[in-house]
């Protein structure tokens, strides 16, 4: 059996907001995280300046792939997630945020907590206590410890454990 090639997540947390929040206004949008439709596979392209391939992500079995949208706006995507529940944990093997979110010039900001926040919603859904793990690009494991106050376990590898998955939580999803 071949081993899992893991992606290396690039993703900035830019801002833990309680939502997303609109970079020009200052404006606060809540959000909602649904699962992917083949409907919304149309508009994730590389044409339209998404990074990752999205529609091999949408037809692994193995994956759930969730989109994040605007509350009463669903046909805009701020965002994308895939995840895998495994025995223990639930995995992110990818998250990006909507071209339009990226970089200096981005539209909203908080969309990568908002997203990895609903990750660690779904491993306490799940029984997991929380953890949730990544694989990091080398370059942001200090960034992702900062930010997320995740631990880095080895190699590249990335772990959420229950404190800070339930501050994530906490601070994105008021239930």
């Known amino acids: 059996?071949?081993?899992?090639?893991?992606?290396?997540?690039?993703?900035?947390?830019?801002?833990?907001?309680?939502?997303?929040?609109?970079?020009?206004s200052g404006d606060s949008f809540q959000t909602e995280v649904a699962q992917l439709s083949l409907v919304d596979l149309k508009i994730l392209t590389k044409?339209?300046?998404?990074?990752?391939?999205?529609?091999?992500?949408?037809r692994d079995m193995k994956k759930e792939v969730y989109k994040l949208t605007?509350?009463?706006?669903?046909?805009?995507?701020?965002?994308m997630l895939s995840l895998t529940i495994e025995q223990d944990h639930v995995?992110?093997?990818?998250?990006e945020s909507a071209p339009f979110n990226i970089g200096k010039n981005k539209l909203y900001e908080g969309v990568a907590g908002?997203?990895?926040?609903?990750?660690?919603?779904?491993?306490?859904q799940k029984g997991y206590e929380g953890f949730v793990a990544f694989t990091a690009k080398t370059q942001l494991?200090?960034?992702?410890?900062?930010?997320?106050?995740?631990?880095?376990?080895k190699n590249q590898r990335m772990i959420i454990n229950?404190?800070?998955?339930?501050f994530l939580v906490d601070k994105y999803f008021k239930t």
Not at 47 to 58: I, L, R, T, Y
Not at 91 to 95: E, I, S
């Open 70 to 79: 605007i509350v009463n706006n669903p046909s805009i995507i701020q965002g």
């Open 1 to 24: 059996m071949a081993d899992k090639e893991y992606i290396e997540q690039s993703f900035i947390i830019d801002r833990l907001t309680n939502s997303i929040l609109n970079t020009i």
């Open 162 to 166: 229950s404190e800070p998955a339930k």
């Open 47 to 58: 044409k339209n300046g998404w990074n990752f391939d999205w529609k091999a992500e949408f």
């Open 114 to 124: 908002n997203l990895v926040a609903y990750a660690c919603k779904v491993s306490f």
């Open 141 to 153: 494991i200090k960034h992702y410890e900062e930010t997320l106050r995740a631990y880095h376990f």
């Open 91 to 95: 995995f992110m093997n990818l998250l």
